[in-house]
């Protein structure tokens, strides 16, 4: 008599974070159970909603570098008061071993600030310094040109409007207001050339910061407005303002940083770990 049996390599087939006791699962049932959806812990923990739905479903191919995504498990789970070092415990077991190395690879390789951008298959486009230079040129004398035009033109307008007063002046009041006329001219055009200089020093900018733990971070713009200050939990911030920024981190370590979406090196600036410096584009 035959007897059917079950093959066991295929009993307990399990995928993604259908197995009750995956990290992902008890921390999507835990968020359920408060009564949270994806958007209210984003805005508590400073976390994309992409980055924690990919958290829960375990696709790890979704969420940036190990380290990073290592500190979102944390705070995450810690929000959820659920205990940190088996959630996370539980990553590192099913943290698939192709992506360490990958990430390991992009460690030891990084990102050159200004010069080189990186694409997937780590093929890199080249930027002519001499282009560059050339448009940075065309810039300064088309912004030159119309300053030059501005001011013949404002020039032009004065000098009629003075003859135009004089034409309805006698002889003594002529005398008595020219030297008021040129001061008045005088001081408005040294005042237009300042406020001239100050608005071509500035540009508008954006910053995109990743932190992997509490860090000490200050940021202030151009204007003098502050986007960022002080000790900043782990997260991810987008900041917007006129360039240069001024720059302070006390864990550069803890910090990935994007200026107009082009990752910035932030070893290059740093010193025992911690960075005081001015960006622009």
Do not use: C, W
């Not at 990290?23 to 159970?33: E, P, S, T, V």
């Not at 805005?43 to 479903?57: K, P, S």
């Amino acid at each position: 008599m035959d007897i059917d049996k079950k093959d066991p390599s295929t009993a307990n087939l399990d995928t993604s974070n259908q197995n009750v006791g995956s990290f992902g699962n008890r921390l999507k049932q835990a968020r359920i159970d408060k009564n949270l959806s994806i958007d209210d812990v984003a805005a508590e923990l400073f976390i994309l909603n992409r980055h924690l739905e990919a958290i829960e479903a375990e696709d790890f191919r979704s969420l940036p570098q190990a380290a990073f995504a290592r500190g979102f498990v944390i705070n995450y789970a810690k929000f959820l008061g659920l205990d940190p070092d088996q959630i996370v415990d539980s990553f590192n077991r099913n943290y698939p071993d192709e992506l360490k190395k990958k990430s390991v690879d992009d460690i030891e390789s990084p990102l050159k600030p200004m010069g080189t951008l990186q694409r997937e298959g780590r093929r890199s486009i080249r930027i002519n310094p001499l282009l560059v230079l050339g448009v940075i040129g065309l810039i300064v004398l088309a912004v030159f040109l119309i300053r030059t035009v501005s001011n013949a033109q404002d020039a032009t307008a004065v000098e009629t409007d003075d003859n135009a007063l004089v034409d309805d002046l006698s002889d003594s009041e002529q005398s008595a207001g020219a030297a008021i006329n040129t001061a008045v001219v005088s001081g408005g055009s040294a005042l237009d050339n300042t406020g001239s200089a100050v608005a071509s020093n500035t540009t508008d900018a954006n910053l995109d910061l990743t932190v992997s733990a509490n860090t000490q971070l200050n940021v202030v713009d151009a204007t003098g407005n502050t986007l960022l200050s002080g000790n900043q939990s782990a997260g991810s911030y987008k900041l917007a303002g006129k360039a240069p920024f001024k720059i302070q981190i006390d864990q550069v370590s803890n910090v990935a940083l994007n200026l107009n979406g082009q990752p910035i090196e932030l070893n290059d600036f740093a010193q025992d770990n911690k960075a005081n410096f001015s960006l622009a584009p």
